[in-house]
């Protein structure tokens, strides 16, 4: 009887050792699981995506989520990203470019035309490079941002690079509009008045139509109208830059329906604004 007791007991404390063993070795695994987990979470952010081929058919689909989507625009940048100014050039890692970034959530847009035909190259989906200049009005200088989509069919922010305004195809137009832009006066000797403004039907109820401005008339109506100052951009999606004396300001919204052109053309050496089409 005492030998069955002691047998008995030895193997209550056999099962009791096995279970703390096993009970032990399952929190290591957890804690080794826990740590794989947390380290997956820390770089989830630069993971990639499944994402729709239509997100990239349109460079204007792809640059909507690059502006509005920090983690999808961390996936779409080549780091580190280089800038060729001159002989100098200067690299922006990965860390860097949270304090760098120019491409934060905007509510629009613009870009240069010159003809109303030049437009339907938003809508080409065999456009494979598309640069963005971002144009700072007051310093005489463009930043020129170069997409390309590789072979996977995705758009890519590959490099960029500055040089002058007055190096650029649309240095007169700039040059003027930076003053258009910043002086009332000036604005007033640069409109044709009364200024032609054409709208469009939006829907069944409003039908659009024509009307004309005043300088008065102008002034209030210019309130409610959005127009780049300081900073412009230009989308270059391969439209051609050539006649030196027309421009139209495309001024596009960020998915909120605004779409405004403004028509400029040059006589005698002066530029000016005749038409407003919204």
């Known amino acids: 009887m005492k030998q069955l007791f002691t047998i008995s007991i030895l193997s209550l404390l056999f099962c009791s050792c096995w279970h703390s063993s096993e009970v032990a070795d399952e929190g290591e695994e957890d804690a080794v699981e826990d740590s794989v987990l947390a380290e997956e979470d820390s770089l989830i952010l630069f993971e990639e995506e499944v994402v729709p081929v239509s ?44 304090e760098f970034n120019r491409f934060t959530t905007q509510d629009f847009y613009s870009v240069i035309y010159e003809r109303e035909s030049d437009m339907e190259i938003q809508k080409d989906t065999a456009v494979n490079e598309v640069s963005v200049d971002w144009i700072y009005l007051d310093e005489d200088y463009v930043e020129r941002y170069n997409f390309v989509r590789s072979n996977n069919g995705q758009w890519h922010l590959l490099n960029f690079e500055k040089e ?48 004309h401005l005043s300088p008065e008339e102008w002034f209030e109506f210019r309130q409610e109208m959005p127009m780049p100052e300081g900073v412009m951009t ?16 495309l001024v596009e919204g960020m998915s909120n329906g605004l779409y405004v052109k403004y028509k400029f053309d040059r006589t005698n050496g002066q530029w000016h604004l005749y038409e407003i089409e919204n």
């Open 164 to 211: 002058e305004t007055s190096a650029t195809p649309y240095a007169s137009f700039a040059e003027f509009y930076a003053k258009f832009a910043s002086d009332s006066i000036f604005q007033r000797e640069s409109i044709h008045f009364p200024l032609h403004v054409v709208a469009e039907a939006q829907g069944d109820v409003d039908e659009g139509g024509e009307s």
């Open 234 to 249: 230009n989308i270059n999606y391969g439209q051609p830059s050539i006649s030196q004396n027309r421009k139209i300001l």
């Open 55 to 98: 997100a990239d058919e349109l460079f204007d689909d792809f640059f909507y989520s690059f502006t509005t989507d920090q983690r999808f625009q961390m996936q779409r940048v080549t780091f580190p990203l280089k800038c060729n100014e001159g002989s100098d050039e200067l690299v922006i890692s990965r860390e860097e470019w949270k």
